[in-house]
Nanobody, 124 residues
Framework: QVQLVESGGGLVQAGGSLRLSCAAS????????MGWFRQAPGKEREWVAA????????TYTDSVKGRFTISRDNAKNMVYLQMNTLKPEDTAVYYC?????????????????WGQGTQVTVSS
């Protein structure tokens, strides 16, 4: 019913920027909260950012606050993660997810649908 596909990852030098995109299909995207997570090899999945269904409010984990911006365009069925001033510790596979269970935004179990992930590598 819902499919999410991330794009925009790649290799960037420390201090650089990337914009990740997440394209959604299905009729349940608009009005539903969305989130971005990331996972590095050997590490637990980490919540990064969340946005309300309307796009009117956002929240971030402390390590990216002030550097990353989550946004959405419901008319285009798209959600974005603008990443500025990237650091090597930002290196991970990034996933977008749909908070279809309307749970706590920071908890992975709140999200019923996930994209395949896109690799972000920040060189030191």
């Amino acid at each position: 019913q819902v499919q999410l596909v991330e794009s925009g990852g790649g290799l960037v030098q420390a201090g650089g920027s990337l914009r990740l995109s997440c394209a959604a299909s299905g009729r349940t995207f608009s009005g539903t909260p969305m989130g971005w997570f990331r996972q590095a090899p050997g590490k637990e999945r980490e919540w990064v950012a969340a946005i309300t269904g309307s796009g009117g409010a956002t929240t971030y984990t402390d390590s990216v606050k002030g550097r990353f911006t989550i946004s959405r365009d419901n008319a285009k069925n798209m959600v974005y993660l603008q990443m500025n001033t990237l650091k090597p510790e930002d290196t991970a596979v990034y996933y977008c997810a749909l908070n279809s269970r309307l749970g706590v935004p920071t908890m992975p179990e709140s999200y019923g649908y996930w994209g395949q992930g896109t690799q972000v590598t920040v060189s030191s």
